[in-house]
């Protein structure tokens, strides 16, 4: 019998300096770009090989080019 594939939990959390993370499965693979910085309303991502971007209906999580979210 073959393994089913769980979807990993993805969440956005604000910390206390106002900073907004992409969170998935605990690690913090991305960061919302500083207003006023070239970054800004993009997500720049901490943890090699992961890409966030957001669509006008939802979150795309990708890492190596592979769809997670």
């Not at 990993?8 to 605990?26: K, Q």
């Not at 991502?45 to 795309?60: A, D, N, R």
Request: net charge negative; hydrophobic share 35%; charged share 25%.
């Amino acid at each position: 019998m073959a393994a089913k594939q769980m979807q990993p939990e993805l969440e956005m959390r604000c910390d206390d300096r106002g900073d907004l993370f992409m969170i998935l499965d605990g690690v913090k693979i991305a960061k919302r770009g500083t207003p006023g910085t070239p970054q800004a309303k993009q997500w720049v991502s901490l943890e090699p090989g992961y890409t966030v971007h957001m669509t006008e209906t939802e979150t795309v999580v990708e890492y190596n080019g592979v769809r997670l979210h």
